[in-house]
C-alpha cells in the first residue's frame, strides 16, 4: 500500500531527491517549498507523515511544527525534522516543538527508510485503535475515563550493571518516570508481565546475551511487552545495525553517550504515547467487547460493524486508499439445525467464527451480522490481496469437519463469500460509501450461492 509522505524544503534539489528515494520504496509523496504551503497540504491531504526542512523562505519550520500540532486537524501527523544544522540547541528545540524525530543531513538511506516504516507502523497502530474508539462514542457507552494517570517506568538494559547505572545517573535529573536496572533475562521473565515499563532502553550489545536486536524481537513477541516503547542504545554510528534495529521494532535511537536533557524529552514522548495508546486499547476491549459484540461468537455485532464501516468508507475517500468489504454466509446452515439441533448449530458458529479470526489481520474487522451471516472488512488492501483473503477463508472454513460432540458426528461446514472493493467511483454522498459497497457484496454472496456456494464471488464495479 501507497503512504503519502509530505516532503517540505525550499530547494527543489532536495524535494526531488527525497521523491525520488521514497518513490523508490513506493511511497507517493507531496512537495511543498514554503511553510504556508506545507500547513495547507498537511490540512487538505492529511499526509501519513512530514519530512519537514529547518530552514523555510517564511516561516521557521520549527514553528511549522508547532503550528502543525496545536491544529486538531493535523496534530496526529508524525512530523521528522530534516537539516544541515547539528548543533545541540536546534535539536532540543525541534523536540520541544513536537517533532518525532531530529535527521541532520546528508541522509542516510537506510536509517532513513526504516525510521520513516516505524514510524507509519507505530501511527497506523494508534489510528486503528482511535477509530474503533470514536465508533464507539457513537454509541455514547463510556463512563468516563480517570484523570490518574500512573507516573511512567523506563527498564535500563545493558552489558553490565555498571553502564546501565552511568545511564541512570545522567538521565535521574531530567527524568520524572521511574528508572530500573534490569539484566536480559529478568527483562523476559514470566513474573515481570504484569509490571512491564512503558519504554525500554536497550544497548547495542548485551555480553553473553548477545545483540540487542534479538532482546527487541524477544520483547515485540511477547504479550506483556509488546507495546512498550523501546530506544536502542548504539555504541557508534552503524546505520546497518540502526536500521535492523528499528525494523525489529526499535521505536527511537540513541548514541551512547547520548544528550541527558534530549535523551529525557523523547523519553518523556514515548512514556505519554505508549499510556495514551494503552487508555485506547483498554477503553476498546474493556467497553466496546461488553456493549458491541455478539454473545455467542464474541464477534462485534451488526450495530458496531456498520458504524465502523461508514467511518472507514469515509476516511478512504479522504485518503484516496480503497478497503474491501466480505459478506459470508454459512452453506445449508439451517439443514444443521432442523436436523442436529439448535446447540450443534451455535457450535457451528462459534468454530466458523474461530477459523475465521485465525485467518485474519489483526487490523480487519470481522462481525457476526445476521444468524449465519458475517461481514468482514479489510482496511488498505487492493483487489488481489482482498481476493487471496476471501480464497483463504473458504479453504480454512472447509479444512476439517466441526466436532459437534454429544454423540453426534463431526459436520462438513462450508461457506460463500460476496466480495467488493470500495469506494466505487460513482458514489459520492459520504454517508452511502460503506452501505453501497456493502450492498455490491450482498449481491455477490447471492451470485456465489446461486452458482452452487463454497465458493468466492467478486461483485461489480470493483
Same mark, same amino acid.
Given at each position: 500500500?501507497?503512504?503519502?509522505?509530505?516532503? !517540505?524544503?525550499? %530547494? &527543489?534539489?532536495? +524535494?526531488? =531527491? *527525497?521523491?525520488?528515494?521514497? /518513490?523508490?520504496?513506493?511511497? @507517493?509523496?507531496?512537495?511543498?517549498?514554503?511553510?504556508?504551503?506545507?500547513?495547507?497540504?498537511?490540512?487538505?491531504?492529511?499526509?501519513?507523515?512530514?519530512?519537514?526542512?529547518?530552514?523555510?523562505?517564511?516561516?521557521?519550520?520549527?514553528?511549522?511544527?508547532?503550528?502543525?500540532?496545536?491544529?486538531?486537524?493535523?496534530?496526529?501527523?508524525?512530523?521528522?525534522?530534516?537539516?544541515?544544522?547539528?548543533?545541540?540547541?536546534?535539536?532540543?528545540?525541534?523536540?520541544?516543538?513536537?517533532?518525532?524525530?531530529?535527521?541532520?543531513?546528508?541522509?542516510?538511506? !537506510?536509517?532513513? %527508510? &526504516?525510521?520513516? +516504516?516505524? =514510524? *507509519?507502523?507505530?501511527?497506523? /497502530?494508534?489510528?486503528?485503535? @482511535?477509530?474503533?474508539?470514536?465508533?464507539?462514542?457513537?454509541?455514547?457507552?463510556?463512563?468516563?475515563?480517570?484523570?490518574?494517570?500512573?507516573?511512567?517506568?523506563?527498564?535500563?538494559?545493558?552489558?553490565?550493571?555498571?553502564?546501565?547505572?552511568?545511564?541512570?545517573?545522567?538521565?535521574?535529573?531530567?527524568?520524572?518516570?521511574?528508572?530500573?536496572?534490569?539484566?536480559?533475562?529478568?527483562?523476559?521473565?514470566?513474573?515481570?508481565?504484569?509490571?512491564?515499563?512503558?519504554?525500554?532502553?536497550?544497548?547495542?550489545?548485551?555480553?553473553?546475551?548477545?545483540?540487542?536486536?534479538? %532482546?527487541?524481537?524477544?520483547?515485540?513477541?511477547?504479550?506483556?511487552?509488546?507495546?512498550?516503547?523501546?530506544?536502542?542504545?548504539?555504541?557508534?554510528?552503524?546505520?546497518?545495525?540502526?536500521?535492523?534495529?528499528?525494523?525489529?521494532?526499535?521505536?527511537?535511537?540513541?548514541?551512547?553517550?547520548?544528550?541527558?536533557?534530549?535523551?529525557?524529552?523523547?523519553?518523556?514522548?514515548?512514556?505519554?504515547?505508549?499510556?495514551?495508546?494503552?487508555?485506547?486499547?483498554?477503553?476498546?476491549?474493556?467497553?466496546?467487547?461488553?456493549?458491541?459484540?455478539?454473545?455467542?461468537?464474541?464477534?462485534?455485532?451488526?450495530?458496531?460493524?456498520?458504524?465502523?464501516?461508514?467511518?472507514?468508507?469515509?476516511?478512504?475517500?479522504?485518503?484516496?486508499?480503497?478497503?474491501?468489504?466480505?459478506?459470508?454466509?454459512?452453506?445449508?446452515?439451517?439443514?444443521?439445525?432442523?436436523?442436529?439441533?439448535?446447540?450443534?448449530?451455535?457450535?457451528?458458529?462459534?468454530?466458523?467464527?474461530?477459523?475465521?479470526?485465525?485467518?485474519?489481520?489483526?487490523?480487519?474487522?470481522?462481525?457476526?451480522?445476521?444468524?449465519?451471516?458475517?461481514?468482514?472488512?479489510?482496511?488498505?488492501?487492493?483487489?488481489?490481496?482482498?481476493?487471496?483473503?476471501?480464497?483463504?477463508?473458504?479453504?480454512?472454513?472447509?479444512?476439517?469437519?466441526?466436532?459437534?460432540?454429544?454423540?453426534?458426528?463431526?459436520?462438513?461446514?462450508?461457506?460463500?463469500?460476496?466480495?467488493?472493493?470500495?469506494?466505487?467511483?460513482?458514489?459520492?454522498?459520504?454517508?452511502?460509501?460503506?452501505?453501497?459497497?456493502?450492498?455490491?457484496?450482498?449481491?455477490?454472496?447471492?451470485?456465489?450461492?446461486?452458482?452452487?456456494?463454497?465458493?468466492?464471488?467478486?461483485?461489480?464495479?470493483?
Amino acid at each position: 500500500m501507497n503512504e503519502s509522505i509530505l516532503i !517540505v524544503d525550499d %530547494l &527543489a534539489t532536495n +524535494r526531488i =531527491i *527525497l521523491k525520488v528515494k521514497l /518513490n523508490a520504496a513506493c511511497y @507517493q509523496t507531496l512537495q511543498a517549498s514554503t511553510g504556508a504551503e506545507a500547513l495547507r497540504l498537511a490540512r487538505e491531504k492529511q499526509p501519513k507523515l512530514i519530512l519537514l526542512d529547518m530552514v523555510l523562505p517564511d516561516v521557521p519550520g520549527i514553528e511549522i511544527c508547532r503550528r502543525v500540532r496545536a491544529d486538531p486537524a493535523t496534530r496526529h501527523i508524525p512530523i521528522v525534522m530534516i537539516t544541515a544544522a547539528s548543533d545541540r540547541v536546534s535539536r532540543l528545540a525541534a523536540l520541544e516543538a513536537g517533532a518525532d524525530e531530529y535527521l541532520t543531513k546528508p541522509l542516510n538511506d !537506510v536509517v532513513l %527508510l &526504516a525510521r520513516i +516504516r516505524s =514510524i *507509519l507502523r507505530a501511527r497506523q /497502530n494508534e489510528t486503528e485503535m @482511535q477509530l474503533r474508539l470514536e465508533t464507539w462514542g457513537e454509541f455514547d457507552l463510556s463512563e468516563g475515563e480517570t484523570p490518574f494517570t500512573r507516573p511512567g517506568r523506563v527498564s535500563l538494559i545493558a552489558a553490565d550493571t555498571a553502564t546501565a547505572g552511568r545511564w541512570r545517573d545522567a538521565l535521574a535529573p531530567h527524568v520524572s518516570a521511574r528508572m530500573d536496572i534490569l539484566s536480559p533475562s529478568e527483562a523476559l521473565s514470566p513474573a515481570l508481565d504484569g509490571l512491564a515499563p512503558d519504554l525500554y532502553l536497550i544497548a547495542e550489545t548485551l555480553g553473553a546475551f548477545g545483540s540487542g536486536q534479538r %532482546l527487541i524481537a524477544d520483547l515485540r513477541a511477547r504479550p506483556a511487552s509488546r507495546h512498550a516503547a523501546i530506544a536502542f542504545v548504539l555504541q557508534r554510528a552503524d546505520p546497518d545495525a540502526a536500521a535492523m534495529a528499528l525494523d525489529f521494532g526499535a521505536t527511537d535511537l540513541l548514541s551512547d553517550p547520548f544528550d541527558p536533557q534530549e535523551t529525557a524529552l523523547r523519553i518523556a514522548m514515548h512514556v505519554s504515547r505508549k499510556q495514551r495508546a494503552d487508555k485506547l486499547r483498554r477503553a476498546v476491549s474493556d467497553g466496546l467487547r461488553l456493549a458491541v459484540t455478539d454473545a455467542l461468537t464474541g464477534l462485534y455485532n451488526r450495530r458496531y460493524a456498520l458504524s465502523y464501516l461508514d467511518r472507514l468508507a469515509n476516511r478512504a475517500r479522504l485518503n484516496g486508499t480503497r478497503f474491501a468489504v466480505m459478506v459470508l454466509d454459512l452453506d445449508r446452515f439451517k439443514t444443521v439445525n432442523d436436523t442436529l439441533g439448535h446447540a450443534a448449530g451455535d457450535r457451528v458458529l462459534e468454530t466458523l467464527a474461530q477459523r475465521l479470526r485465525e485467518n485474519l489481520r489483526p487490523s480487519d474487522l470481522i462481525a457476526r451480522i445476521g444468524g449465519e451471516e458475517f461481514l468482514v472488512v479489510l482496511p488498505d488492501v487492493t483487489i488481489d490481496s482482498a481476493s487471496r483473503t476471501a480464497e483463504r477463508l473458504c479453504r480454512a472454513v472447509g479444512a476439517a469437519p466441526v466436532v459437534l460432540g454429544d454423540g453426534h458426528e463431526p459436520v462438513e461446514v462450508t461457506i460463500s463469500v460476496g466480495l467488493a472493493m470500495g469506494p466505487a467511483l460513482s458514489v459520492h454522498d459520504d454517508g452511502e460509501i460503506g452501505r453501497e459497497t456493502l450492498a455490491r457484496a450482498d449481491a455477490a454472496l447471492l451470485a456465489a450461492k446461486t452458482d452452487g456456494r463454497n465458493q468466492v464471488t467478486i461483485g461489480s464495479a470493483a
